[in-house]
T-cell receptor
Framework: KAGVTQTPRYLIKTRGQQVTLSCSPISGHRSVSWYQQTPGQGLQFLFEYFSETQRNKGNFPGRFSGRQFSNSRSEMNVSTLELGDSALYLC??????????????FGNGTRLTVT | DQQVKQNSPSLSVQEGRISILNCDYT??????FLWYKKYPAEGPTFLISISSIKDKNEDGRFTVFLNKSAKHLSLHIVPSQPGDSAVYFCAASGVGLFVGNEKLTFGTGTRLTIIP
């Protein structure tokens, strides 16, 4: 079974630009979550999508948005980039069964650098 | 507010000895705890989990202990091997907190180095 695929692996953008990151979950998984990893902050939850609907949301500004398509693939968008947005962005998928205790499966991430 | 804390940023252990990684949490609504392992340039990989109804869970060389009254959990690796060198993240979830359990609250990680 193929794992979670994130594209691109690396991205360099300038302040003020916007960026779109892509995530393809494991086949059959309906839940896709996004996390931001920065040094010293661990992994911070951004949002989670299940069946094309945002089900949970973290404490990030509205510049961070996402969506999920009918094939469960997800995209994350960051508008008006700031230097502090430089981070590793991780996507994770799971079956999304409510109340189920299934571990998340992570992709290898997209390393975003904002200059 | 850091609800899941890993107070040791790094830990070095001799090969063959026991590695003990610690994690504390503050939210009593958490009822499911996980450990993830992360190598550089890769995503975190699930290692082991424990439900709050248990106080111990074993999987091969890995054992997780949960002390609910102290809001503390630990990961024991015995014996430690060079391939265990990685960053270990503790994470917590509360089924009653959110729809589903896909929102995990992570600690900041502990870098484990196994010395040959």
């Amino acid at each position: 079974k193929a794992g979670v695929t994130q594209t691109p692996r690396y991205l360099i953008k300038t302040r003020g630009q916007q960026v779109t990151l892509s995530c393809s979950p494991i086949s059959g998984h309906r839940s896709v979550s996004w996390y931001q990893q920065t040094p010293g902050q661990g992994l911070q939850f951004l949002f989670e999508y299940f069946s094309e609907t945002q089900r949970n949301k973290g404490n990030f500004p509205g510049r961070f948005s996402g969506r999920q398509f009918s094939n469960s693939r997800s995209e994350m968008n960051v508008s008006t980039l700031e230097l502090g947005d430089s981070a590793l962005y991780l996507c994770a998928s799971s079956s999304g069964r409510t109340g189920g205790l299934t571990p998340l499966h992570f992709g290898n991430g997209t390393r975003l650098t904002v200059t | 507010d850091q609800q899941v804390k890993q107070n040791s940023p790094s830990l070095s252990v001799q090969e063959g000895r026991i590695s003990i990684l610690n994690c504390d949490y503050t939210n009593s609504m958490f009822d499911y705890f996980l450990w993830y392992k992360k190598y550089p340039a890769e995503g975190p990989t699930f290692l082991i989990s424990i439900s709050s109804i248990k106080d111990k869970n074993e999987d091969g060389r890995f054992t997780v202990f949960l002390n609910k009254s102290a809001k503390h959990l630990s990961l024991h690796i015995v014996p430690s091997q060079p391939g265990d060198s990685a960053v270990y993240f503790c994470a917590a979830s509360g089924v009653g907190l959110f729809v589903g359990n896909e929102k995990l609250t992570f600690g900041t990680g502990t870098r484990l180095t196994i010395i040959p």
